[in-house]
C-alpha cells in the first residue's frame, strides 16, 4: 500500500474565519500542521487549498498544494478533487485525510492511523482516545464512537458514531479523532454515496460510511490532539506553542 496524506484548507470556517493562516507562534496554522504531517513519514503530504492564499503559505514553506474549488461540500470532496489533480495516475492507494486545525498534532497519530487501516483491511480507518474529562460524556460536541473492541491490539471495528452519551452502562468512553486513512477506492465510493439518513440526523459523515456497509476500523491513541476551532481554542495553542519554543 502507498500512501498520501492529504490536508484540507479553507479560510471560510465559521468561527474562526481564516484559521489556515492564523499565526502560532511566528507560524501559520497550516504550514504546522503541514510539518506535522511530514514528521511522520507516511508518504508525501498534499495540502487542498480552497483559496490561492493558503497554497501560496504552503510553496513558500517548501511544499505541495492544489487549489480545489471553494464550494465544494466537505473535506472529504475536497480531498478526493485535489487528488485527482495530484495523482491521476493513480500511484497512491491509501489517502489519509488530516485535519489542517491540528497544530500540535503528534505525527504518531498518523502512522496509527495508516497501521490500523494497513492491518485490518478495513475501507477506512480512524482514531479514538478514552474520554477523561467527565464533561466530555454529555457534550454533544464531542462525538462518541461505539467500537467492538480488540484489546489486545488496541483496535476494534466501528459499530457506530453518536453525539449522545453512550454505550450506556459501566466502562469507558471514547472521544472521536477525525484523522482518516481511506483505501482510494473506498474514498471514491464514499464520495459518491449520497447523504444517509442517520448523517442527516446526527451531522456526522461517518455515519454515511456505515449505513452503506464500509468497515471503518477505529484505532485507540493516548489523547486526544488539540483541535483550533474557536479564537479560545487558538489561543490555547499559541500558549503550547510558544512554551515549547522556549
Known amino acids: 500500500m502507498t500512501a498520501i496524506i492529504v490536508i484540507p484548507a479553507r479560510m471560510a ?8 493562516l492564523a499565526d502560532i507562534a511566528g507560524t501559520a496554522m497550516i504550514v504546522r500542521v503541514w510539518r506535522q504531517a ?17 497554497a501560496e503559505a504552503i510553496r513558500r514553506a517548501g511544499g505541495n498544494a492544489v487549489l480545489t474549488e471553494p464550494e465544494l461540500a466537505s473535506g472529504s470532496d475536497r480531498v478526493h478533487a485535489a487528488l485527482m489533480q495530484y495523482d491521476p495516475k493513480r500511484r497512491f492507494d491509501v489517502v489519509i485525510n488530516l485535519q489542517g486545525d491540528l497544530p500540535a ?18 475501507d477506512i480507518a480512524t482514531l479514538a482516545a478514552a474520554i477523561s474529562d467527565p464533561r466530555d460524556t454529555d457534550n454533544p460536541a ?24 453512550a454505550p450506556f452502562g459501566d466502562g469507558p468512553l471514547f472521544h472521536h479523532v477525525g484523522i482518516y486513512a481511506f483505501t482510494r477506492s473506498a474514498l471514491e465510493r ?10 442527516r440526523r ?18 485507540r491513541i493516548d489523547e486526544v490532539p488539540l483541535s483550533v476551532d474557536t479564537p479560545e481554542d487558538l489561543e490555547k495553542a499559541r500558549t503550547i506553542l510558544s512554551a515549547q519554543q522556549i
Open 13 to 20: 470556517s465559521k468561527r474562526l474565519p481564516g484559521k489556515p
Open 38 to 54: 511530514m514528521s511522520a513519514n507516511t508518504g508525501p503530504v498534499l495540502v487542498a487549498a480552497a483559496e490561492a492564499e493558503i
Open 105 to 122: 498534532l503528534d505525527p504518531r497519530a498518523v502512522i496509527a492511523v495508516a497501521a490500523a487501516l494497513k492491518d485490518s483491511g478495513a
Open 142 to 165: 464531542v462525538v462518541k464512537p461505539i467500537v467492538a473492541w480488540d484489546d489486545a491490539h488496541a483496535r476494534g471495528r466501528a459499530l457506530y458514531f453518536t453525539r449522545a452519551r
Open 190 to 199: 464514499f464520495i459518491a454515496l449520497p447523504m444517509s439518513p442517520l448523517e
Open 202 to 219: 446526527e451531522k456526522l459523515e461517518q455515519l454515511r460510511a456505515l449505513e452503506a456497509g464500509m468497515h471503518i476500523e477505529v484505532a
